[in-house]
């Protein structure tokens, strides 16, 4: 099997992993400054291209590790995240939240294993 890896905006990591029919992936906003709300919106948005890049899509995430800033923005996200995942069932992967000291500015940070569509 052939690991395929998509470079980080770091050194010495990798934004996307996928190997044997499995997807790992982590997004978070580009703009540091953005308010809760817009930087939720631009991560859902990296973590779809990234979860495309890798061959696979939102309705095939099994696991999603939500790394928050400040825990008591838990509701807040959970209403953003509903509102992107949709009303079905077959579609919501595992998820748990928590807090974490993440780089400064950012208030989320989203960490996804998931199927590949193949």
Known sequence: MTIQR????GP??????ALGGLVWTVANA???????GEQVAQSL???????VEGGSARTHMLSL??????I???GEFGALW????GPDPQHWPQ???????????LLVELVVTAAALK
Not at 65 to 70: E, F, G, S, T, W
């Open 45 to 51: 948005a990296m973590l779809e291209q990234h979860l």
């Open 82 to 85: 509903r509102a992107w995942i």
């Open 72 to 74: 008591a923005q838990r």
């Open 6 to 9: 998509w470079p980080g905006g």
């Open 65 to 70: 590790q939500v790394m928050l800033a400040d």
């Open 30 to 36: 580009s703009d540091s400054a953005a308010d809760f």
């Open 12 to 17: 010495g990591r990798s934004r996307t992993v």
């Open 95 to 105: 998820r748990a939240c928590f807090q974490a000291a993440l780089a400064p500015g």
